[in-house]
Structures are given as structure tokens and as C-alpha cells.
């Protein structure tokens, strides 16, 4: 009902939502409008126009080293979280069995748990098993906090879809593998779709695990913007900045598209 | 990274009328282990295990040489809370953490509102600009605060500020608590405007209307029924906002420095500067108890009320 919305509460709560979504985009917007300022240093109002720090930017050979070893750690990360969450989250959706309950809550406990913290017990851990591998060290890192929102996703697109049509299917003769593969697959694939691009995000973005076990050779794109924040004046942080921001609002549209932005968070 | 809602799995699937012929659940038990056993050991060995093993760390005695063994000993705790300086930086954790979760409910309020009762097209919208930032790295949003709130004349407010003539002289945020507050605020706002707006979206609109029909005005309809009925992502909310605050590294690093000290910034310095393991270790085991406790306090409250309401 959209006549819910009126009197003085509407005229209290519009104006704050304006304010709100103009607080929510300032420090991206600044930072994308500072990331062609013509200027040797951060100025605002931005003077000029360039794509120099772009350019600059890009033929960084640091930014390139991060640049890849993000995107590879991500993809792994990624692949991982398929691999391991997929089949956990079929086992907590469709299967009942004792201890479920407690079975989800272990898989999405790495949520509750403060991220930072979690990066300190695995470098205590690499560390005792004398594991100075710094990719393996990070990609297990990685699969570990971007497992849980592929079980969360891929749990939610499970128990929205109709099992209805697989109890069909299998009426119909067809046998549990090719129900399988021709019913549940396609009917959970914008879930999957969305996990994944989850996963790949939360790796891609994350500083709190990789603080602790990055190194100088493998420096991903987070640590490389928060080094230069503390050591680097000029707009190329903002240039960089702006391409993360790129990226993700191609994702955000992507999710949007295969599965709604919102249930693929399963709010 | 884009740190993003904590919440409970659609706990039980629909419930659907008994079929003999389902195909998942006539699966063998086998099956379900075979699907759950890979996530859960690694879950065990690389999180259950490192996890406990650093807590317990903390008791532990570390040797001039760096390794780490008996005897058992309290003695870091009674340092971290014997010290001025620690107990001060878990205060200013507390702090932060309690007045960005306050002001995240005051704020978030109205935009949940207005998203759940608006047209589709605005919903859309507004959710759009709610959840996208979440995807952003937390460093790159960190940047564009401190871009805004830089001191001197640099700072895009103070230029706002001074350029409008609403103040004469530039005025100090960055390396404050305000600044912490305000970056805090938005890095974790959506947790609490997310399930704030999906408890409001699950009133029943027939409980207002009868409000309404029984002549309660719309204010008094907001304050007896709306706000009651939202408690429960309220809660969500706010414990979300609080956990990850409390546990942030970069808002606090980057835009409060030294005048701002968290404790996950001492957790840094403890083990990657001082190399002190054990006390690192404590420090961490401190905020992770402030954390589950919070956590387990919501938890319990929002059982309660649901057993409470079953009854």
C-alpha cells in the first residue's frame, strides 16, 4: 500500500532517506570525480581533466603483480568455496538428518567470528605447520571466508526452489541423476551464479585475512590501495579506487540480473 | 573486503505435504555425510582448531627464544586490564562501537521504512544504493572518507564548510573517534538497514489497519505497533553493527590513527610489531568475547520472544 507513507511521519522520513542515500554515495562519488583531477595532489574541487592517472596507474608493474595475483587468488577462492559449499549446502537443505541445525550453524560460524581475528589464528597455524607457501597459505585463507556465503546463497535458492517438479520428474521415470541434472541444477543455477560472484567479490576485497599473510611478492590490490594511502598524495589511489568501484557495480548488476540483489544476499 | 550480513540460514525448508516418492530425503545417510564431511574438516582444521589454539595462547608463556609453551598463566590478562593504556583502548572500542550502532539505528529507521512502504520502483532503488557499497572494498570506501574529512583546507567538508561560510576556519575530524564514527557508520550501515527492512516488510499491513480502524493516530499506530513488531531486525541490526565494528581494522586505522586506537589495531601491533604472541592472543580473545557475547545476548532475546510468542 503506498498511501501507508503520509502525514508528518512522511514528511520526517523522506528527507532523511534523501540525506542518507547522499551519505551512502559521497565518498564514492568524491572519490571517482578526484580520480581525473589534473593535479600532482589531491584537491577538491578537482581541477582539470586527465586520464593520466589511469594510464600511470595501469602500467604500474606493482599495481600489474597485484592486479593478478588478486584476481587468480580470487577465482581460486572462488572455485574452492563452489567445491566445498555446493555440496554442504544440498546436505543442510534437502537432507534431514540429526544435528543439522548445529551442522549449519558450524558452516556459517566463520560469519560470526571477527575476521581480523580469524586472520591471526591461521597465521599461527601456517606458522606451526611450517607452511610458507604464501599463495597455498592465502587461497586456504580465502576459501574459508567466502565458504559461507556460497552455503548461505546456494542454501536460499535451495529451499525457494520446487521440489515439487523433481517429485514429477521422478514419476515420470526419470532417475535421480538425470532429475538431477535436468531439474535441480537449472532451477538453482542463478543461485550458484550469484554464490559465486559472491565469493569472488569477498575474496577480491578483503583485507582483514590477507594483512596478516600477504607478502612483498603477493600483495593484493587491498593491502597495495592501503599501503599507498599512508605513503602516496597524489590522485593515482583514487584512480585505482575508481576501477575497484567499477568492478563492483558490473557485479552488482550481474547479481541483480541472474538472481535479485537482495535474496542473493538472503536478507 | 566487503564484510556483509551475518545471518541464520532459512533454518527449515517450507513445509510440504509427506510424498513417498522424495527424492532427496530417500538419499542414504552415507550420502548426507559425504556432502557435509569435506566442508566441515576443513572448517575444523582451518578455523575450529587455529581459532581455539590462539585463544589458548593466551595463557600460555612465551620464552625469550619465541616459543610458546607452560606454565599457564594469567598474567597477560591481568597486564591488558592493569594498563591504562589498554583498558583505555578498550573503552574507545566499546565506544565507537556502541555509538555507531546507535546512530545506525536512529538513521536506519526511517530509510527501512520508506523502503518497505514505498512504490516498487523507489524500493528498487533504494536497495540498489543500500547493498552496492557493501561490494566495495572497505579500503577504497575508507579512502573516500578520508578524501571528505581531511583537516586543513584540503578536506572536502572543511572546503564545503568554509566555501559556504558556515564556518570561518577549518575544522578537525580526521584522526578522531567522530571520524571513526561517521566511516563506521558507513561500512556497516546496510546490516542494519537490511534486516530492519525485512522485519518491516513482514507486518502484517491488516494489524495497522485495524490500529487505524480503532482510531489510534498514525504516530501512536508507529510507536505501539510498527516499532514492537520490527524489535526482532532491530536486534539483527544492531548486533551486526556492533560485532563488526568492534572488530574493524581499517576504519579505525585509516581515519582515526593513534588518537583512536581499537583493539583490533592492538592486535595488529601486538603480533606483527612487538611479536608478542601471547598477548596478542589476549587481546584478540577479548574482542572475540565481547563479540559472541553480544552475538549469544541477541540470539537468546530473539528465541525468547519467539517462544514467547508460540506459547
Given at each position: 500500500?503506498?498511501?501507508?507513507?503520509?502525514?508528518?511521519?512522511?514528511?520526517?522520513?523522506?528527507?532523511?532517506?534523501?540525506?542518507?542515500?547522499?551519505?551512502?554515495?559521497?565518498?564514492?562519488?568524491?572519490?571517482?570525480?578526484?580520480?581525473?583531477?589534473?593535479?600532482?595532489?589531491?584537491?577538491?574541487?578537482?581541477?582539470?581533466?586527465?586520464?593520466?592517472?589511469?594510464?600511470?596507474?595501469?602500467?604500474?608493474?606493482?599495481?600489474?603483480?597485484?592486479?593478478?595475483?588478486?584476481?587468480?587468488?580470487?577465482?581460486?577462492?572462488?572455485?574452492g568455496a563452489l567445491l566445498l559449499g555446493v555440496p554442504a549446502a544440498f546436505a543442510v537443505a534437502r537432507h534431514q538428518f540429526p544435528g543439522r541445525g548445529a551442522a549449519a550453524a558450524m558452516l556459517l560460524?566463520?560469519?560470526?567470528?571477527?575476521?581480523?581475528?580469524?586472520?591471526?589464528?591461521?597465521?599461527?597455524?601456517?606458522?606451526?605447520?611450517?607452511?610458507?607457501?604464501?599463495?597455498?597459505?592465502?587461497?586456504?585463507?580465502?576459501?574459508?571466508?567466502?565458504?559461507?556465503?556460497?552455503?548461505?546463497?546456494?542454501?536460499?535458492?535451495?529451499?525457494?526452489?520446487?521440489?515439487?517438479?523433481?517429485?514429477?520428474?521422478?514419476?515420470?521415470?526419470?532417475?535421480?541423476?538425470?532429475?538431477?541434472?535436468?531439474?535441480?541444477?537449472?532451477?538453482?543455477?542463478?543461485?550458484?551464479?550469484?554464490?559465486?560472484?559472491?565469493?569472488?567479490?569477498?575474496?577480491?576485497?578483503?583485507?582483514?585475512?590477507?594483512?596478516?599473510?600477504?607478502?612483498?611478492?603477493?600483495?593484493?590490490?587491498?593491502?597495495?590501495?592501503?599501503?599507498?594511502?599512508?605513503?602516496?598524495?597524489?590522485?593515482?589511489?583514487?584512480?585505482?579506487?575508481?576501477?575497484?568501484?567499477?568492478?563492483?557495480?558490473?557485479?552488482?548488476?550481474?547479481?541483480?540480473?541472474?538472481?535479485?540483489?537482495?535474496?542473493?544476499?538472503?536478507? | 573486503?566487503?564484510?556483509?550480513?551475518?545471518?541464520?540460514?532459512?533454518?527449515?525448508?517450507?513445509?510440504?505435504?509427506?510424498?513417498?516418492?522424495?527424492?532427496w530425503p530417500a538419499l542414504p545417510q552415507a550420502a548426507t555425510t559425504a556432502l557435509l564431511l569435506p566442508s566441515l574438516a576443513f572448517l575444523v582444521m582451518f578455523f575450529a582448531f587455529p581459532a581455539v589454539?590462539?585463544?589458548?595462547?593466551?595463557?600460555?608463556?612465551?620464552?625469550?627464544?619465541?616459543?610458546?609453551?607452560?606454565?599457564?598463566?594469567?598474567?597477560?590478562?591481568?597486564?591488558?586490564?592493569?594498563?591504562?593504556?589498554?583498558?583505555?583502548?578498550?573503552?574507545?572500542?566499546?565506544?565507537?562501537?556502541?555509538?555507531?550502532?546507535?546512530?545506525?539505528?536512529?538513521?536506519?529507521?526511517?530509510?527501512?521504512?520508506?523502503?518497505?512502504?514505498?512504490?516498487?520502483?523507489?524500493?528498487?532503488?533504494?536497495?540498489?544504493?543500500?547493498?552496492?557499497?557493501?561490494?566495495?572494498?572497505?579500503?577504497?570506501?575508507?579512502?573516500?572518507?578520508?578524501?571528505?574529512?581531511?583537516?586543513?583546507?584540503?578536506?572536502?567538508?572543511?572546503?564545503?564548510?568554509?566555501?559556504?561560510?558556515?564556518?570561518r576556519s577549518p575544522v578537525k575530524l580526521l584522526y578522531s573517534e567522530t571520524a571513526v564514527v561517521i566511516g563506521s557508520l558507513h561500512v556497516f550501515y546496510p546490516m542494519m538497514v537490511l534486516p530492519l527492512?525485512?522485519?518491516?516488510?513482514?507486518?502484517?499491513?491488516?494489524?495497522?489497519?485495524?490500529?487505524?480502524?480503532?482510531?489510534?493516530?498514525?504516530?501512536?499506530?508507529?510507536?505501539?505497533?510498527?516499532?514492537?513488531?520490527?524489535?526482532?531486525?532491530?536486534?539483527?541490526?544492531?548486533?551486526?553493527?556492533?560485532?563488526?565494528?568492534?572488530?574493524?581494522?581499517?576504519?579505525?586505522?585509516?581515519?582515526?590513527?593513534?588518537?583512536?586506537?581499537?583493539?583490533?589495531?592492538?592486535?595488529?601491533?601486538?603480533?606483527?610489531?612487538?611479536?608478542?604472541?601471547?598477548?596478542?592472543?589476549?587481546?584478540?580473545?577479548?574482542?572475540?568475547?565481547?563479540?559472541?557475547?553480544?552475538?549469544?545476548?541477541?540470539?537468546?532475546?530473539?528465541?525468547?520472544?519467539?517462544?514467547?510468542?508460540?506459547?
Open positions: 500500500m503506498s498511501n501507508r507513507l503520509s502525514g508528518p511521519i512522511a514528511w520526517l522520513l523522506f528527507p532523511v532517506t534523501a540525506a542518507m542515500m547522499f551519505f551512502i554515495l559521497a565518498p564514492l562519488l568524491v572519490t571517482v570525480a578526484i580520480s581525473f583531477s589534473d593535479t600532482p595532489y589531491v584537491v577538491f574541487p578537482p581541477r582539470g581533466f586527465t586520464m593520466n592517472w589511469y594510464a600511470k596507474v595501469l602500467q604500474d608493474s606493482d599495481f600489474q603483480t597485484s592486479l593478478s595475483f588478486s584476481s587468480l587468488l580470487a577465482v581460486g577462492a572462488t572455485m560460524s566463520p560469519l560470526v567470528f571477527p575476521v581480523l581475528i580469524t586472520g591471526v589464528a591461521l597465521l599461527q597455524l601456517f606458522a606451526t605447520l611450517r607452511s610458507d607457501s604464501t599463495p597455498l597459505n592465502m587461497l586456504i585463507a580465502h576459501v574459508l571466508v567466502t565458504m559461507p556465503y556460497v552455503v548461505r546463497t546456494v542454501t536460499a535458492s535451495l529451499t525457494l526452489a520446487d521440489t515439487n517438479l523433481e517429485d514429477a520428474a521422478r514419476t515420470l521415470g526419470a532417475g535421480r541423476w538425470r532429475v538431477f541434472r535436468r531439474i535441480t541444477i537449472p532451477q538453482i543455477a542463478p543461485g550458484l551464479a550469484a554464490g559465486a560472484l559472491f565469493a569472488f567479490m569477498v575474496s577480491f576485497d578483503n583485507f582483514p585475512i590477507s594483512l596478516w599473510l600477504a607478502d612483498a611478492q603477493h600483495n593484493p590490490i587491498p593491502l597495495l590501495v592501503f599501503q599507498m594511502i599512508g605513503n602516496v598524495f597524489e590522485p593515482s589511489i583514487a584512480a585505482i579506487s575508481t576501477l575497484m568501484i567499477l568492478l563492483a557495480m558490473v557485479i552488482v548488476m550481474a547479481l541483480e540480473r541472474v538472481m535479485g540483489l537482495r535474496r542473493a544476499m538472503a536478507i | 573486503m566487503a564484510a556483509l550480513p551475518v545471518q541464520a540460514l532459512p533454518a527449515t525448508p517450507p513445509a510440504r505435504a509427506r510424498n513417498p516418492l522424495r527424492v589454539g590462539l585463544l589458548a595462547c593466551s595463557v600460555l608463556t612465551q620464552a625469550p627464544d619465541g616459543t610458546i609453551g607452560l606454565p599457564l598463566t594469567l598474567e597477560h590478562y591481568r597486564h591488558f586490564f592493569g594498563t591504562p593504556l589498554y583498558s583505555h583502548v578498550l573503552l574507545t572500542t566499546l565506544r565507537i562501537s556502541l555509538v555507531t550502532t546507535g546512530v545506525a539505528m536512529a538513521l536506519g529507521y526511517p530509510v527501512a521504512l520508506v523502503m518497505v512502504r514505498t512504490n516498487p520502483l523507489v524500493n528498487r532503488i533504494l536497495t540498489m544504493v543500500v547493498i552496492a557499497p557493501l561490494i566495495v572494498s572497505v579500503v577504497v570506501r575508507t579512502y573516500g572518507w578520508q578524501l571528505i574529512l581531511a583537516n586543513g583546507k584540503t578536506g572536502i567538508l572543511n572546503w564545503l564548510l568554509l566555501t559556504t561560510g558556515l564556518m527492512a525485512s522485519a518491516l516488510g513482514r507486518i502484517d499491513p491488516r494489524i495497522e489497519d485495524a490500529a487505524r480502524t480503532l482510531g489510534a493516530t498514525s504516530w501512536r499506530i508507529f510507536r505501539r505497533v510498527t516499532v514492537p513488531l520490527s524489535l526482532p531486525g532491530l536486534a539483527v541490526g544492531a548486533t551486526l553493527v556492533f560485532s563488526l565494528t568492534a572488530g574493524s581494522f581499517v576504519t579505525p586505522a585509516i581515519l582515526g590513527g593513534s588518537s583512536a586506537q581499537m583493539l583490533g589495531m592492538l592486535v595488529d601491533q601486538q603480533i606483527l610489531v612487538v611479536y608478542d604472541w601471547p598477548f596478542g592472543a589476549t587481546v584478540a580473545t577479548v574482542l572475540v568475547t565481547i563479540v559472541l557475547a553480544v552475538n549469544v545476548v541477541s540470539f537468546r532475546v530473539l528465541n525468547l520472544r519467539r517462544t514467547a510468542r508460540a506459547a
